[in-house]
């Protein structure tokens, strides 16, 4: 089928083999932010442990809180998804938790899973138990006194039909599945609740709503939903309609747990294209059904929000979510909202604690939220690091900023590096930019961002300017919820905007003309996955698309490609004037061209990643060129049935190319001819955009933010055939303070970002297992300044220390196991030996080295020796001075002087037992070597001070 799109580009067109993963094993992603959380749909509480709960971001994988909400920490990263639509913990044993995969919606830019996981022991393990074609699980039901009872609502694929859809039971914990309530390949299932009295009383949701490759914004429906009972364990099912709407689309049921004949239903109607939701209630188990409220607020977004809750010891007392959580103690008759704010939080579900019901959980678009005082107060979610991330930009400050739109939102920029040895809170803020959008930074300006459709961010002042090329609706015009950005990398004034022309300005928005015709399909026709959903459409299937990708050339000005969600590739070799369709000849309309990565060595050459998610084709698509779009080459040999949402190609290296999947990150060594694993560490989550940036990799997630891979250089030294013992090349290492924090450090349950590595990058490889390792520092004049080795003894721990161990950096030693490794020089001599340790107040929860700490070295040139068993490796490395810091050369080579003859007065001190002349050498090394700054006068007279009286004491060879 792939062969059916275009020529496979395969390992057997060129002279290639695989790199082995232990080749770059030790290569470490790392979270910078933003801290604030993602759409959320799947919750759970435990009623007899109040502050235990689970959530599940639709793309961030599951996380538990042990302390109601206060943080979070994810128990779901090395599973194969992380796409979560449900979860259900046993009541009767809740160390068993079961976990729905797929979002659970139908939406434009959601995920899909692949089926139900389970643990037996809280969440520190998971096992998978199948339906892994359901794609979609919307809700699961766990039968109250037996764990291994569990109903589950398989919503299927939401672009196209399949079998495993429906309800399904389980006897034996999921060992098996049984289908007990389908329609067809159309109808899904989306809710299923059982009688908290007699738990062979079942409720569920039918729903008939399929996704079309256009943005609708909602679904198309067929008549099939509904809402079913069944009386004897899910065996025989009965369709509820007295009272209820003739046809209904999505609906939700909640049983009163105090009343069981209380049965509260919201259904969703079309209504003359508008959504006409309401609230129904029974009183008799639902033979007949009653409307009790249709008001504004909760009849909107019933087809992607609503879900319903009833107090567990008043049956009058209802919850139902919606762009704000209502709660209703009249019946459902009035509605008040309880948790809300204006822009619209977006509330998918609610949990109520059933022996306890002023402690509420709710699920929205901005994350999780916990209340323990009946709705009083929440706790926060800006602690959940699981924000959906469109694209990635990136800025040339030092250091430099990484920049997108977040989903449900707003946007974000995020430092690569914090101050105060991490990134926090005080590290991001937002860019003006639609949920939605790119943000791309001006090259011209520093701190100015363009973003979505399109607006303007200057960062000095916190405003945003509204400069769209189409500041109105047009019918000239089309535009969906993503469109491109692009600034021209060779004249770097001008910006490009797609619609579905292209547009350009030269001034900063103030002006933009037209520089394409429209270059969407004129009929692209309706897809046969749409079937019988196509009566649905009042449009009748006339639907046209956007130019959904921008890639000016980096070698030829004038040249542009583009691509469109309808499946259209363009090339311009003159800025705009004239362009030609070069699509390939299998790609199909909708089909997505997600992005065009234009190549930086060859203007002929360009990646393109297509995503066909959208006509229920999950496989990858990437295509390349070398003769400007004459032909193409499909290469993913080695690429997972994951849609690809970008690649790209290395800036230094063009054998080597990164893929931005769903489900991960993929390099490939030899130019697409193979891809193999790039996720290490990195969470399985939806990876929508990937740019390589000052020497580090950086991707933009659909669920947990932005990461960063510093210093790539391996992966291009591997691109060249690297094999054996080898030591990497180091990039150049900037000599930046570890943390500049003056004050009380962050409490350790403060969210957080990691900071890149501190201090010079040094990788190397061992083909077999050595006996001894050992990495040592030289200075110009080939001085030692720094020696490593794997048998540096560990240190004893600090006495005495009067604040918790979990502050200190743990013990490193350079390995000398199999493999690649990392090891991080931290730019400073060795420590001078002292009576007295401790811990600075610059601390990082695990990453605060002990003090007193070496002597920093000057900027220059180094050189990294590498020893193992006697076999040497040699490599240059340049340190340089942060760029935001202003100091001489002379200034930073005399307060080097300064500090290590402090030193050697420690060392001296120390050999002699001289604990009083230790402490006061210890105190002036803080005052001089804790800032980049000259030293002060009184510091060098204070040094000659310390040495003439160390001078004048009698020797001594005690140790």
Avoid at 467 to 486: D, F, G, Q
Avoid at 596 to 624: C, E, M
Avoid at 677 to 699: C, E, F, K, M, Y
Avoid at 825 to 833: F, G, Q, S, T, V
Wanted: negative net charge; hydrophobic residues 35%.
């Amino acid at each position: 089928m792939l062969l059916a799109l275009g020529l496979t580009l395969g390992a057997n067109q060129l002279d290639v083999r695989p790199v082995a993963t232990s080749m770059y094993q030790s290569l470490h992603w790392r979270f910078v932010g933003p801290m604030r959380g993602g759409r959320t749909v799947a919750l759970d509480g435990v009623p007899n442990q109040p502050n235990l709960f689970y959530i599940a971001a639709v793309n961030g994988g599951i996380w538990r809180s042990d302390n109601a909400g206060r943080s979070w920490v994810p128990i779901f990263d090395r599973e194969g998804t992380g796409s979560v639509g449900a979860i259900a913990v046993s009541p009767s044993d809740p160390r068993i938790v079961y976990a729905g995969s797929g979002e659970g919606l139908q939406r434009p830019d959601l995920a899909v899973g692949d089926g139900i996981y389970k643990s037996t022991d809280g969440g520190t393990t998971w096992t998978h138990l199948g339906l892994r074609d359901g794609q979609q699980i919307a809700s699961m039901a766990i039968d109250p006194a037996n764990p291994n009872r569990l109903f589950v609502a398989v919503l299927g694929h939401p672009y196209g039909p399949n079998e495993e859809r429906g309800i399904y039971r389980t006897l034996d914990g999921g060992a098996t599945f049984e289908r007990v309530l389908y329609k067809n390949e159309d109808v899904g299932a989306f809710d299923v609740t059982l009688d908290p009295r007699n738990s062979n009383v079942v409720y569920a949701t039918l729903w008939a709503a399929r996704q079309a490759p256009w943005e609708i914004g909602g679904s198309f429906e067929l008549p099939g939903s509904g809402i079913f009972k069944s009386a004897d364990g899910g065996t025989t099912w009965t369709q509820l309609q007295s009272g209820l709407p003739a046809r209904i689309g999505r609906a939700a049921v909640a049983v009163a747990p105090s009343n069981s004949n209380v049965i509260y239903a919201y259904a969703d109607v079309e209504s003359k294209g508008d959504a006409a939701g309401a609230l129904y209630r029974s009183d008799d188990a639902g033979a007949h059904f009653t409307r009790v409220n249709d008001a504004d607020e909760i009849a909107q977004r019933g087809g992607d929000l609503v879900s319903l809750a009833v107090d567990p010891r008043d049956a009058q007392t209802v919850y139902l979510t919606n762009t704000s959580t209502y709660r209703s103690t009249d019946g459902g008759k009035t509605m008040v909202a309880i948790k809300g704010a204006p822009g619209g939080d977006d509330y998918h579900r609610a949990w109520i604690n059933p022996r306890d019901p002023s402690i509420i959980a709710l699920a929205s678009d901005q994350g999780a939220t916990i209340s323990v005082d009946g709705g009083a107060t929440w706790s926060s979610w800006y602690n959940q690091p699981t924000a959906q991330m469109f694209h990635v930009n990136a800025d040339d400050r030092f250091p430099y900023w990484v920049c997108g739109g977040q989903q449900e939102s707003g946007s974000a920029c995020v430092r690569s590096r914090g101050d105060w040895g991490e990134t926090t809170e005080r590290d991001w803020h937002p860019a003006g930019a639609q949920e939605y959008g790119y943000v791309v930074p001006d090259p011209l300006h520093p701190g100015i961002f363009f973003g979505g459709k399109v607006q303007k961010f200057d960062e000095r002042t916190g405003q945003a300017q509204e400069i769209s090329p189409v500041p109105m609706p047009s019918k000239r015009y089309r535009m969906v919820r993503t469109e491109p950005l692009a600034f021209d990398p060779l004249d770097k004034r001008r910006l490009y905007f797609g619609g579905n022309f292209v547009f350009a300005t030269e001034n900063g928005g103030q002006s933009w003309r037209t520089v394409s015709p429209d270059l969407t399909r004129a009929h692209p026709g309706v897809p046969a996955v749409l079937g019988a959903f196509e009566n649905d459409d009042p449009q009748k299937g006339a639907h046209r698309g956007v130019v959904y990708a921008l890639a000016p050339s980096r070698v030829r000005e004038g040249t542009i490609w583009a691509g469109t969600d309808d499946g259209l590739i363009w090339l311009t070799r003159d800025g705009g004037k004239r362009w030609t369709n070069v699509t390939p000849p299998a790609l199909t309309p909708w089909s997505k061209v997600a992005q065009i990565d234009a190549s930086r060595f060859n203007d002929n050459t360009a990646f393109v990643a297509v995503n066909r998610f959208r006509l229920n084709d999950l496989r990858p698509y990437v295509y390349v060129t070398r003769n400007g779009g004459t032909t193409w080459q499909l290469a993913v040999n080695g690429l997972p049935n994951q849609p690809v949402n970008a690649v790209r190609q290395d800036p230094i290296e063009p054998q080597l190319l990164y893929a931005a999947t769903e489900n991960g990150v993929y390099v490939s060594f030899d130019a697409g001819a193979n891809w193999q694993s790039l996720q290490l560490n990195l969470p399985h989550t939806s990876v929508r955009d990937l740019i390589i940036h000052q020497g580090d990799a950086v991707v933009a997630t659909h669920g947990r933010g932005f990461w960063i891979l510093d210093d790539v250089e391996p992966l291009r030294e591997l691109a060249r055939n690297v094999s054996g013992s080898h030591l990497f090349a180091p990039e150049r290492a900037y000599r930046v303070r570890r943390s500049t924090n003056t004050d009380t450090p962050l409490p350790p349950e403060e969210p957080r970002g990691e900071n890149p590595p501190d201090g010079a990058i040094i990788d190397y490889a061992l083909a077999s297992p050595a006996q001894r390792v050992t990495i040592a520092i030289y200075d110009r004049n080939g001085r030692e300044v720094r020696r490593y080795a794997s048998s540096d003894p560990l240190p004893a721990p600090i006495p005495h220390l009067d604040k918790p161990a979990y502050w200190e950096a743990p013990f490193v030693r350079p390995p000398a196991s199999a493999g690649m490794h990392r090891f991080i020089w931290n730019l400073r001599e060795a420590p001078p030996p002292s009576f007295a340790q401790d811990l600075p107040i610059s601390a990082v929860p695990r990453g605060t080295p002990r003090i007193p700490e070496g002597v920093l070295v000057v900027p220059g040139r180094y050189t990294v020796r590498l020893d193992v068993d006697g076999h040497t490796f040699e490599q240059p490395l340049e340190v340089v001075m942060d760029p935001r810091v202003a100091m001489s050369q002379q200034s930073l080579e005399q307060q080097y002087r300064l500090s290590a003859q402090l030193a050697s007065i420690m060392d001296r001190s120390y050999a002699r037992k001289d604990h009083q002349l230790n402490e006061e050498a210890a105190a002036l090394l803080d005052t001089i070597d804790g800032a980049d700054a000259p030293p002060t006068r009184q510091a060098a007279e204070a040094v000659t001070k310390l040495a003439s009286a160390n001078s004048s004491g009698p020797a001594t060879s005690e140790p």
